[in-house]
């Protein structure tokens, strides 16, 4: 009997089963610290501690999307190991701030399954949900991957397409974040003037600059994650396959997007919720990447007057700047939209 694990392929995923994940991580500066080398995100809160304690976090958090891609990383080795792509998320809630040395580990619940009609992949649906050392959880996500079948005769199991909310509610928002002294938050150390009230629901702002990916960088970031998903690394298999070329982790290109976006929306400090996301098309090395977003809603959080939250859309491209908004197109996409993510995000009032 071999001891090597080959993933779990769609036929073995059954609804309700809950799946513990290995391997805990500890996340330190160092973590902090590469992750800005990649992408380089300047955000105010997340560089500094003496800015943070000034308004009243302990020290400065770990990036939102670092905590993300960490309890991800850990799911794909029992859920997405042999999966065909990532396909979206839903239901995302950042539950408590995490900081440099807390340990993480996660658990997911197989909430739906729903085999594709050429009977070669399925669609799995899975709700993850990641821990502090402590037990308690600091993010609860959905997400949907295409799984490959190892027989495309076995029997589809049960099916079921969870109803998964289309947004998080405002009232929701915001465990992660303690109260704030917003006097404190210094407009011109923080980059930016616009504060919530300075956004209006509707507009639509250019995030100017690009990022060209390069090879190296999106396979350290996706080991940074211990991410272990095939198609990312192994570029003899995937000369094969649809592409012949690996494929960009897709959180890869959601913190590309996430930086980028600080030009336009410095003060826009901390990722609530996940209401929705898409990867529309593949990004590859060499490969540069562009940021709009669109002001979907503003929310202010119930007892609280320090922040308010904005329902931010933010689509990525590739090779195409964002001056002109490229979006949907008909029934499908501009061909540049790689990404297309709604989130609540809390910006200081």
Same mark, same amino acid.
């Given at each position: 009997?071999?001891?090597?694990?080959?993933?779990?392929?769609?036929?073995?995923?059954?609804?309700?089963?809950?799946?513990?994940? %290995?391997?805990? $991580?500890?996340?330190?500066?160092?973590?902090?610290?590469?992750?800005?080398?990649?992408?380089?995100?300047r955000?105010?809160?997340?560089?500094?501690? %003496?800015?943070?304690?000034?308004? @009243?976090?302990?020290?400065?958090?770990?990036?939102?999307?670092?905590?993300?891609?960490?309890?991800?990383?850990?799911?794909?080795?029992? *859920?997405?190991?042999?999966?065909v792509?990532?396909?979206?998320?839903?239901d995302?809630?950042?539950?408590?701030?995490?900081?440099?040395?807390?340990?993480?580990?996660?658990?997911?619940?197989? *909430?739906?399954?729903k085999?594709?009609?050429?009977?070669?992949? @399925?669609v799995?649906?899975?709700?993850?949900?990641?821990?502090?050392?402590?037990?308690?959880?600091? =993010?609860?996500?959905?997400?949907?991957?295409?799984?490959?079948?190892?027989?495309?005769d076995?029997?589809?199991?049960?099916?079921?397409?969870?109803?998964?909310?289309?947004?998080?509610?405002?009232?929701?928002?915001?465990?992660?974040?303690?109260?704030?002294?917003?006097?404190?938050?210094?407009?011109?150390?923080?980059?930016?003037?616009?504060r919530? @009230?300075?956004?209006a629901?509707? !507009?639509?702002?250019?995030?100017?600059?690009?990022?060209?990916? !390069?090879?190296?960088?999106?396979?350290?970031?996706? $080991?940074?994650?211990?991410?272990?998903?095939?198609?990312?690394?192994?570029?003899?298999?995937?000369?094969?396959?649809?592409?012949?070329?690996? =494929?960009i982790?897709?959180?890869?290109? *959601?913190?590309l997007?996430?930086?980028?976006?600080?030009?336009? =929306?410095?003060?826009?400090?901390?990722?609530?919720?996940?209401? @929705?996301?898409?990867?529309?098309?593949?990004?590859?090395?060499?490969?540069?990447?562009?940021?709009?977003?669109?002001?979907?809603?503003?929310?202010?959080?119930?007892?609280r007057?320090?922040?308010?939250?904005?329902?931010?859309?933010?689509?990525?491209?590739?090779?195409?700047?964002?001056?002109?908004?490229?979006?949907?197109?008909?029934?499908?996409?501009?061909?540049?939209?790689?990404?297309?993510?709604?989130?609540?995000?809390?910006?200081?009032?």
């Amino acid at each position: 009997m071999s001891k090597t694990n080959p993933g779990r392929f769609f036929e073995d995923f059954r609804l309700g089963e809950t799946i513990r994940h %290995a391997t805990p $991580r500890t996340v330190t500066l160092a973590d902090a610290a590469l992750y800005t080398g990649l992408y380089g995100s300047r955000f105010a809160v997340q560089s500094s501690d %003496a800015f943070a304690r000034a308004i @009243g976090y302990r020290q400065s958090p770990l990036d939102d999307w670092l905590v993300f891609h960490i309890v991800f990383g850990k799911t794909v080795p029992d *859920i997405s190991l042999n999966a065909v792509a990532n396909l979206g998320y839903a239901d995302g809630r950042f539950l408590k701030p995490v900081y440099p040395g807390e340990t993480l580990s996660a658990i997911s619940e197989v *909430i739906g399954l729903k085999e594709s009609s050429n009977r070669q992949t @399925g669609v799995v649906y899975v709700r993850s949900t990641g821990f502090d050392a402590g037990g308690e959880a600091v =993010l609860s996500y959905c997400r949907w991957v295409l799984v490959r079948k190892a027989d495309a005769d076995a029997p589809p199991p049960s099916e079921r397409v969870p109803d998964l909310p289309k947004a998080v509610d405002p009232s929701a928002l915001g465990a992660a974040c303690p109260a704030l002294a917003a006097e404190a938050y210094d407009d011109v150390l923080a980059g930016s003037p616009y504060r919530w @009230g300075d956004y209006a629901v509707g !507009e639509r702002i250019d995030h100017v600059d690009g990022m060209t990916v !390069e090879e190296a960088e999106h396979q350290l970031a996706t $080991r940074l994650y211990q991410n272990t998903a095939k198609v990312h690394f192994d570029q003899h298999a995937a000369a094969a396959g649809r592409f012949g070329r690996r =494929l960009i982790y897709g959180g890869h290109v *959601i913190s590309l997007a996430r930086a980028l976006s600080f030009n336009g =929306l410095a003060n826009a400090f901390h990722i609530a919720a996940i209401n @929705g996301g898409r990867h529309v098309a593949p990004l590859f090395a060499g490969d540069t990447v562009y940021a709009w977003s669109e002001v979907l809603a503003k929310a202010e959080l119930p007892g609280r007057t320090d922040v308010g939250a904005l329902r931010l859309r933010t689509v990525a491209t590739k090779n195409q700047p964002c001056a002109a908004f490229p979006d949907k197109a008909g029934e499908g996409y501009d061909p540049s939209v790689i990404l297309d993510l709604d989130y609540w995000a809390l910006v200081v009032r």
